[in-house]
């Protein structure tokens, strides 16, 4: 079992940032892969990115690419989502989520996860 618990979001501004932060407690996450997804209200949940936690190999939904930056501390068992010049548009719940086993190309599908953090809101005014 693995245990995941995110922190970190508000309410800013648009061009704000926010670091989020998913701390990770239980099994040993040498060979797991730990992505971030978000979901607005009625909408499916969405991909934002993710990163093995051994390697530290990344990956990025192209609508985050050059705001966000997924990274992990390996001391502090963390795992971070540093966001940069925030849209309305990024306003969702971000879930943090962790699967050991999964298949390479399938890292932006949610059912390819075997865990969920219970999310933190972040909400970006215009």
């Known amino acids: 079992q693995v245990q995941l618990v995110e922190s970190g979001g508000g309410l800013v501004q648009a061009g704000d940032s926010l670091r989020l932060s998913c701390a990770a407690s239980?099994?040993?996450?040498?060979?797991?892969?730990m992505g971030w997804f978000r979901q607005a209200p009625g909408q499916e949940r969405e991909f934002v990115a993710a990163?093995?936690?051994?390697?530290?190999?990344?990956y990025q939904a192209d609508s985050v690419k050059g705001r966000f930056t997924i990274s992990r501390d390996t001391a502090k068992n963390t795992v971070y989502l540093q966001m940069n010049s925030l849209k309305p548009e990024d306003t969702a719940v971000y879930y943090c989520?962790?699967?050991?086993?999964?298949?390479?190309?399938?890292?932006?599908?949610?059912?390819?996860?075997?865990?969920w953090g219970q999310g933190t809101q972040v909400t970006v005014s215009s």
């Open positions: 989520a962790a699967v050991r086993v999964y298949r390479v190309g399938y890292e932006q599908v949610p059912q390819e996860y075997d865990y």
């Open positions: 239980g099994r040993t996450l040498s060979a797991h892969l």
């Open positions: 990163i093995t936690w051994s390697g530290g190999n990344t």
